[in-house]
Each structure stands twice: as structure tokens, then as C-alpha cells.
């Protein structure tokens, strides 16, 4: 990989790291655990790794954002996460702040390219 490649790609994980957060609050206002977040991002086209959500979901949960709850009915004990009222706040603020943040960049990209 050349030095152009390793900018690119340092560059490309810095501007995914909000977009994670932003993919998963989405995706928990149905409880959910962790796998099945990871299948669900996948299936719509966001990829996370299990060692990228896994942290990120403990520190959602630390912070007050989510909320969880342990599933021992079957073999194996799944903790389900879900958005805390809190959560569902900040969603709905990062959202907007998402949509804004579109809207001027793609302005900004859509001027370089006229």
C-alpha cells in the first residue's frame, strides 16, 4: 500500500467513526443484540465489525444512550440493547445535525464540480 492509500484509508475510518454511532442509534429503537445489529447494519448496506460495535455499544450504554437487558431463555445468554429516552433525544438532535451537515457538503461538492 503506498502513502497515498494509507492517507485514504486513515482519512475514509475518521469520517465513518460518527457515521457508526449515527447507524446503530437508528437501528435500536427495537431492542436488539449485538450480532443481530451487526446483520441488520450489513443487510442495509453499513458494515461494522463485532471489535468496532461491541466497544462502541458498552460506551452508548455507559453514557446513558442505551439501555440493556439480558435473554437466558435460550442456550446461549444474549444481551439486548435499546435506545434510552435519553438516547432517543440525541438521536433525534444527531440526525438533524447529519442532515444539515449533508446539505452543506454536498452544496460545497456540488459547486468544486460546476
Known amino acids: 500500500m503506498n502513502e497515498t492509500d494509507e492517507v485514504l484509508n486513515s482519512l475514509i475510518m475518521e469520517l465513518r467513526r460518527g ?15 449485538g450480532y443481530s445489529l451487526v446483520q441488520t447494519l450489513e443487510a442495509k448496506g ?3 465489525e463485532p471489535g468496532t460495535l461491541y466497544p462502541l455499544l458498552r460506551r452508548l450504554e ?3 444512550l442505551l439501555e440493556s ?9 444474549r444481551k439486548y440493547y435499546r435506545l434510552s429516552a435519553k ?3 440525541v438521536y433525534e438532535k444527531l440526525r438533524q445535525e447529519w442532515h444539515n451537515l ?3 457538503i454536498a452544496g460545497l ?3 468544486r464540480e460546476e
Open 19 to 33: 457515521a457508526v454511532i449515527l447507524g446503530v442509534l437508528s437501528q435500536l429503537s427495537e431492542s436488539q443484540y
Open 46 to 48: 453499513f458494515s461494522v
Open 62 to 64: 455507559k453514557q446513558g
Open 69 to 77: 437487558s439480558w435473554d437466558t431463555s435460550e442456550n446461549r445468554p
Open 87 to 89: 438516547g432517543e433525544t
Open 102 to 104: 449533508h446539505q452543506s
Open 109 to 111: 461538492i456540488e459547486e
